[in-house]
């Protein structure tokens, strides 16, 4: 990863572990500066944005609509009980409120952004493929972390910027699991929590593992190309080249973002259904209808050629 202005960002905002409150009770602040009206909305979206001027994530996204998400994440032969919950999603999301995630636009643009974001959670963290009762899409957050990693991930040509720690194993952990030491490094120096010696944090703290997962949601894998946010919430203009991969602003380029050729330009294939299938299914729990995900070249990367075709390694720590 080669962008660090986002590391940057995410660094100078303060982060205080606050209980979840009312959204209601945090009365809206607003001044401007230099001719911006900015906002300031409390805990959860704190710190004189434009950003903060609209509804913040607690306000439209609750607790109850979290739980019918993840409606079989605590039932007993899931591997991950108790571990997530809805406080812990929203306090990591209160770093990155100020910053556009899931604040960005209207109150349409503002829903599908949660909606894509907790898709990919959820298909990444399920356990619900088999005989599972509910299928895949009733069984997301059901792991937090590789059940039978087959490695240790450990890439010795970034010993020099981030060597593995004696001990510490890099497979996957979190709601978007991360792989491999240069990523754990990476994304802790930005986070501010020392993953790469301590790779297991990501499996003992919800709220970090949240805050993990909307960093790679919002930042740029490198210079010169969108996040998975920018996708979602039009700040994608695709370029000529674009234009010509099939690359298009919607669904279908965030699972580009983060998955590359392992999911796109591969035409109609299981993996990427399965990512569709959460999203549509997560439109119509959260009351706001599938109709909403857009046409089939905004939805799916079928056709779309990856926007930074990756080693074997790379397509592994998405």
Not at 4 to 14: A, D, T, Y
Not at 32 to 54: A, F, L, M, P, T
Request: proline letters at 5%; charged letters at 15%; a negative charge.
């Amino acid at each position: 990863m080669e962008t660090k202005s986002m590391c940057l960002l995410v660094l100078s905002v303060l982060f205080v572990m606050v209980s979840i409150v009312d959204a209601d009770t945090s009365p809206v602040l607003v001044k401007k500066i230099k001719g911006k009206r900015v906002c300031d909305q409390g805990w959860e979206c704190k710190g004189w944005s434009e950003y903060c001027c609209n509804l913040t994530i607690s306000q439209y996204f609750d607790y109850y609509q979290f739980e019918n998400l993840f409606s079989k994440r605590n039932t007993p032969v899931a591997h991950a009980v108790g571990f997530w919950d809805f406080k812990s999603f929203i306090t990591a999301s209160a770093i990155y409120q100020p910053l556009g995630f899931g604040t960005t636009g209207n109150k349409t643009t503002q829903m599908l952004e949660v909606a894509a974001f907790l898709a990919h959670v959820g298909s990444q963290t399920s356990c619900g493929y088999g005989v599972a009762t509910g299928g895949p899409t009733a069984w997301g957050l059901c792991y937090n972390k590789e059940m039978s990693p087959m490695q240790d991930y450990c890439d010795d040509n970034y010993k020099y910027t981030y060597p593995c720690a004696p001990g510490a194993v890099y497979f996957g952990r979190g709601a978007l699991p991360v792989f491999w030491n240069y990523n754990y490094g990476y994304i802790g120096d930005c986070i501010k929590a020392d993953l790469l010696h301590h790779p297991e944090y990501l499996e003992q703290n919800a709220t970090l593992a949240f805050q993990a997962a909307i960093f790679q949601w919002i930042t740029p894998l490198k210079k010169g190309l969108p996040s998975a946010h920018d996708c979602m919430v039009g700040s994608f203009k695709p370029t000529k080249n674009d234009t010509l991969s099939n690359r298009v602003p919607g669904f279908g380029c965030t699972m580009n973002i983060l998955y590359g050729e392992r999911t796109c330009g591969k035409g109609d294939i299981d993996d990427m259904n399965t990512i569709i299938t959460h999203y549509l299914y997560y439109l119509d729990l959260m009351g706001f209808g599938r109709e909403y995900a857009g046409s089939p070249e905004v939805l799916t990367c079928a056709e779309q050629k990856p926007f930074n075709p990756s080693t074997t390694k790379d397509s592994d720590s998405s």
